[in-house]
């Protein structure tokens, strides 16, 4: 992986210091698992289930979406998921409702530039 990237993805709020050691400093196999991130249904079916208020689901898919985004050191994302866990884990909805803009946010910032990676 480029440093360039790598700097970049600093700015997006990733600790890729973090994210270089948990893959054994192996920046390709790294850029990998970025790659597919994009690809990743959690952040969809979350979002649709806070919708259509399941909390279950709703809970699951952000589970999963913090673990998958804290693997990848996505620390911007995990911080902003991790409330949402929260929120759901105690069954309140309304609050979980209230924080997902952040995730949103930090999901399509993260995705964006992920998209827009050279092959």
Known sequence: MEK????????LG???????????N???LYEKFLRRF???QNYAALTEAVREGRVQD???????????????????????VSEVVEALRAGDLEA???????????????????RELPA
């Open 4 to 11: 360039e990237t790598m700097l970049s993805l600093e700015r």
């Open 14 to 24: 990733v600790d890729t210091e973090s994210a270089l050691a948990r893959f054994m």
């Open 26 to 28: 192996n920046g390709a």
């Open 38 to 40: 994009v690809q990743d």
């Open 58 to 80: 709703a809970f699951a898919a952000a589970h999963t979406l913090k673990g998958v985004s804290a693997n990848l050191s996505l620390t911007r994302l995990t911080e902003s």
């Open 96 to 114: 979980a409702r209230a924080l997902m803009p952040a995730v949103e946010e930090a999901y399509r910032e993260i995705t964006a530039f992920l």
